[in-house]
């Protein structure tokens, strides 16, 4: 189906949807792949799995993807930014890129995250990228960065492909929420460091990750 005109009566909520529908149209993804109209994400036959490492209040809970070692050549994705325009790793070569990664910047502890690192932001090299991915919508993405004043960083939207999630072990079973994580890659394309973590309702190791990028 192609979309060639946005009424211009459309609330503009629908516009965003019908973009987000377009954008998925474009992007060739398993068919398999959830899209982001809904929370829940079902596991697909042969999908990896990855219990009894992280918790939530306590609670184990299952991840779903290949999840990433340090030493390994980091997974190519593609997310998408405010406007819903693709963004990906191959965009960021000869930079080492700092990815925070966060269930949903709508709770207290994601955004202590996200504005922790915007602060931080402008001690690091200027060939040091930053960027935080959630399962967000961009609008809301948008609107979370507009009203907290996080200008410094990019925040992205991994929710349309879940592409990222996937590909890097990080999307939470039944939620369709990334997990809390902190991954560095380096310049040269490998994974340079990566904390998992242990309970999504605490906040990540800043100091190490920061130190590590320094």
């Known amino acids: 189906m192609t979309i060639t005109k946005v009424d211009k009566e459309l609330p503009q909520y629908m516009k965003h949807l019908l973009i987000t529908l ?25 999908t990896t799995t990855t219990a009894n490492v992280v918790t939530a209040g306590g609670k184990p809970i299952t991840l779903l993807g290949e999840p990433v ?21 191959s965009d960021f070569t000869e930079k080492t890129v700092m990815i925070s990664v966060v269930p949903s910047l709508d709770t207290g502890v994601c955004s202590t995250q996200t504005k922790r690192f915007n602060n931080e932001v402008g001690g690091l090299p200027d060939d040091v990228v930053l960027l935080t991915i959630s399962n967000d919508l961009p609008f809301a993405q948008k609107r979370f960065c ?12 991994d929710s349309v492909w879940r592409d990222f999630g996937n590909k890097y072990g990080l999307l939470i079973k039944d939620m369709g929420l990334l997990t809390r994580a902190i991954i560095i890659i380096d310049k040269n394309g490998k994974i340079a460091y990566k ?3 242990k309970d999504i309702s605490n906040e990540p190791d800043y100091d190490t990750a ?3 990028v320094k």
């Open 195 to 197: 904390e998992l973590v």
């Open 210 to 212: 920061l130190m590590m």
């Open 69 to 89: 070692q340090v030493g390994d050549d980091a997974p190519q994705f593609t997310v998408v930014n405010e406007r819903f325009e693709k963004i990906s790793l």
């Open 22 to 46: 377009a954008l998925a149209a474009s992007f060739s993804v398993n068919a398999n792949t959830s899209i982001a109209s809904s929370n829940a994400v079902a596991t697909v036959p042969g």
């Open 146 to 157: 507009t009203k907290e004043k996080v200008n410094k960083i990019m925040v992205l939207s």
